[in-house]
């Protein structure tokens, strides 16, 4: 059995636990990699992913963040996927700190279950990324508003004059597109959400599209402009005026392990906590 670890390396307890995560698996013969900085806090018995030939289980923690960095990792090596949440929400992580030994002894005897989550493919020219969450285009530090066209399936669904404009999962419904206005969506509806941020137009809210559709984001080149393209909360690609950025759901879906039976919207109950307040 082949484990990967991601971990946040600027929070001394989830090095930590990683430590300790690294030391019990190769106790018990599991051959533990990590990411390369990782890898070198570790020991030296814990393989850099760089020389790493794949992973049968990719263990994340941290925040949602280092569950996203992971996320690309076990979709590279089609591994499944566990949060251990070393962050302030951990919206997608399964287990907290306490519990590690117990996930990792789960895992290993195979006491678990997957849940797949879509995934989206994005294409800007010959470029390709997958998100997991969202795909943002923003104005970044660019300091006036920016102009996007957003066709679906070659039908307008306006011109957003914004700070940007989000393309959300139902995973990523509760993240930055929950911020900027968008509803939350239940895992097991199979759609998109077209979200803009800070429009100028008060006409324009947030688009429910269905899952199997085309999205194409045009940034304006009536304007000079620019912007940055953004994929699952890292940088990919600036953007011009006149450049293009299309987004459809990718064939694969990503595994995240489940330990327990939970409910979506208790688990946003228990995330989001100013909402029982």
């Known amino acids: 059995m082949r484990i990967g670890l991601m971990v946040h390396g600027r929070r001394e307890d989830a090095v930590s636990r990683a430590k300790q995560a690294a030391e019990y698996l190769l106790a018990r013969g599991v051959t533990v990699t990590a990411e390369d900085d990782a890898a070198a806090l570790l020991g030296p018995e814990v393989m ?9 289980f990719i263990v994340a923690l941290g925040g949602d963040g280092t569950l996203l960095r992971g996320a690309q990792y076990a979709l590279r090596w089609d591994a499944a996927l566990l949060g251990v949440n070393m962050g302030r929400v951990g919206f997608l992580a399964e287990v907290e700190p306490e519990g590690l030994e117990a996930a990792l002894d789960a895992v290993m005897t195979g006491q678990y279950r997957t849940e797949l989550r879509p995934l989206l493919e994005v294409r800007c ?8 969450n969202d795909v943002v285009i923003s104005r970044g530090g660019y300091s006036r508003l920016i102009t996007i066209d957003a066709l679906v399936d070659g039908d307008s669904t306006g011109r957003y004059v914004a700070d940007g404009l989000i393309v959300a999962t139902p995973t990523g419904s509760t993240g930055y597109s929950l911020s900027a206005g968008g509803p939350v969506i239940s895992p097991r509806v199979d759609c998109m959400v077209i979200t803009p941020i800070c429009a100028h137009t008060l006409q324009h809210r947030p688009c429910v599209v269905h899952g199997g559709a085309n ?32 987004v459809h759901k990718d064939e694969r879906a990503l595994r995240l392990i489940r330990l327990r039976q939970t409910r979506f919207f208790q688990t946003v109950r228990g995330k989001l906590t100013e909402w029982t307040r």
């Open 215 to 246: 999205i194409r984001l045009r940034l304006c080149e009536e304007d000079v402009q620019r912007a940055t393209l953004e994929v699952d909360g890292q940088t990919c690609q600036e953007l011009q005026g006149g450049m293009q950025v299309d």
């Open 125 to 132: 020219g010959q470029k390709g990324w997958y998100a997991l």
């Open 48 to 56: 850099p992913f760089s020389q790493a030939h794949g992973a049968d």
